[in-house]
């Protein structure tokens, strides 16, 4: 069906910045995956398993999410993981992408860091090199674990520094509140990682502000409470942190009632520097494409919102600045033609 609007967002040059590579993983790869390594699941077929993708908070999600993650074994299941995705992104030109990974699902089961990261870089260099997508990659430490256990993977990561552009903070939010890591992100730190945390997302704003505050992050991930503080917003706004919202996941976790209730537009109209990704796009129904057209649809964001949301996940990325010009230049060209 002609939609102008889904044209108009596929054309779009964009940056995703909020992506879990394992909450890529396709119900039918999973499947695949999960034949070749000789793993049962628990479902007869991929539709009966996306029958079960119903969640009413993270949690549930997440357990599902873990599951899920276990049919990866060895590298070329990495690989094939991350190389799927990327050529998504290249269907829906997304031509930068910042991939979050999380070693402990893996390490936990007797995977070798070595594994998971081999076949995540391997896939970005084919990615960078066939599809012309430049990417980063972004270590999260599981907050439902110990203190101790992220400081285990950080002294994994180092020898795979030149690979890993960032750390983050993931997983069960309510009770595992940023403090709990402020001395693993100061080593992190310390160590040349930039620093970013979901924060906010079923947390509260106080959440928001330790991130900023105890553990000296550049990027919040999701945020949404935000909007409960006022002195918050208006920092956030101050410093132009970039706050990288998901809305179908939110919508999927019950973070939102409907889509028509997220906030971006109110935050875009509060100068934040929001922007749109897709989180976990295998689970919640829709890959950058789908956030942004049905958002849109949904809050009434404008093709000016959508450049803009655009132009804001370039500005917000790790990117070089020459090479933020560059696709800034080119998303004001391409909306200055349509
Ligand atoms: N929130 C927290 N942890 C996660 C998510 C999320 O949306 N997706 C994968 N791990
Ligand atoms: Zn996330």
């Known amino acids: 069906m002609n ?32 034949k070749r390594n000789g793993i049962p699941l628990d479902f007869a077929s991929a539709d009966e398993l996306k029958k079960a993708y119903r969640f009413n908070n993270l949690q549930e999600f997440l ?37 979050f990974f999380d070693p402990q699902t893996h390490t936990e089961r007797g995977i070798a860091f070595d594994t998971v990261i081999r076949g995540i870089r391997r896939a970005l260099e084919d990615g960078e090199r066939q599809l012309g997508i430049t990417s980063r990659l972004i270590l999260c430490f599981l907050r439902h674990l110990p203190e ?4 285990q993977t950080l002294e994994e990561a180092l020898p795979y520094k030149e690979w890993i552009t960032g750390v983050g903070l993931d997983s069960s939010e309510l009770g595992n509140p940023p403090s709990r890591f402020a001395r693993v ?21 106080s959440y928001i502000r330790e991130a900023l505050d105890l553990l000296q992050v550049i990027r919040i991930d999701h945020g949404n409470r935000c909007l409960d503080d006022e002195d918050l917003v208006q920092e956030l706004v101050l410093r132009q942190i970039p706050l990288t919202l998901c809305p179908l996941s939110n919508l999927e976790l019950k973070v939102i009632r409907q889509l028509a209730d997220h906030p971006v537009k109110e935050m875009l109209e509060k100068g934040l520097l929001a922007t749109l990704h897709s989180d976990d796009p295998a689970y919640f129904g829709g890959y950058i494409n789908e956030n942004y057209l049905r958002t849109a649809e949904a809050v009434g964001l404008t ?33 200055a033609a349509c």
């Open 3 to 34: 939609n102008p609007l889904a044209d108009f967002i596929q054309d779009l040059p964009k940056a995703e910045l909020h992506l879990h590579i394992e909450g890529t993983l396709e119900p039918e790869l999973m499947f695949a995956i999960a």
């Open 63 to 99: 357990d599902i999410y873990y599951l899920g993650a276990k049919v990866l074994l060895h590298e070329v299941d990495f690989y094939d993981l991350t190389m799927a995705y990327l050529n998504t992104c290249a269907v829906q030109n997304v031509v930068h992408t910042e991939i």
């Open 148 to 151: 101790e256990a992220a400081f």
């Open 185 to 205: 992100f100061r080593k992190a730190g310390e160590e040349g990682f930039l620093l970013m945390a979901h924060a906010g997302e079923e947390g509260p704003a």
């Open 303 to 335: 093709r000016h919102d959508l450049g803009q949301l655009a132009i804001h996940s370039f500005q917000a990325s790790f990117l070089p600045d020459p090479e933020k010009e560059i696709w800034i230049d080119r998303v004001n060209t391409y909306c």
